[in-house]
């Protein structure tokens, strides 16, 4: 990633890094087991949540939870990214 890259994504770049430190105390273990039938959990949250919204108020806490509980709660994921069969097969 050359400077100019990585000042444009500086704000994307907090805002990944404020979702991995932060994930696990904002979902519930019901949650939680939805987000790992996927075959890359964490990229499908930051990925959805900073395509929907502005990464600058990512980083508030309060507004992170609630953002994602409804995420969550919609099974929203669901379309956009691969999930892992049981068997180890990828399924879309």
């Known amino acids: 990633m050359t400077?100019?890259?990585l000042i444009y994504n500086a704000e994307r770049i907090?805002?990944?890094k404020f979702?991995?430190?932060n994930i696990v105390s904002c979902?519930?273990?019901d949650e939680a087991k939805?987000?790992?039938r996927f075959k890359e959990p964490l990229a499908a949250v930051i990925e959805t949540i900073l395509y929907?919204?502005?990464p600058q108020y990512i980083a508030e806490r309060e507004w992170f939870?609630?953002?994602l509980y409804?995420?969550?709660d919609k099974r929203e994921l669901d379309c956009d990214f691969e999930a892992e069969a049981a068997n180890g097969m990828t399924m879309l």
């Open 3 to 5: 400077a100019d890259e």
């Open 19 to 21: 979702i991995k430190e």
């Open 14 to 16: 907090a805002a990944a």
């Open 34 to 36: 939805y987000l790992l």
């Open 65 to 67: 939870s609630d953002h």
């Open 70 to 72: 409804d995420l969550l």
């Open 52 to 54: 929907r919204y502005d």
């Open 27 to 29: 979902i519930s273990d």
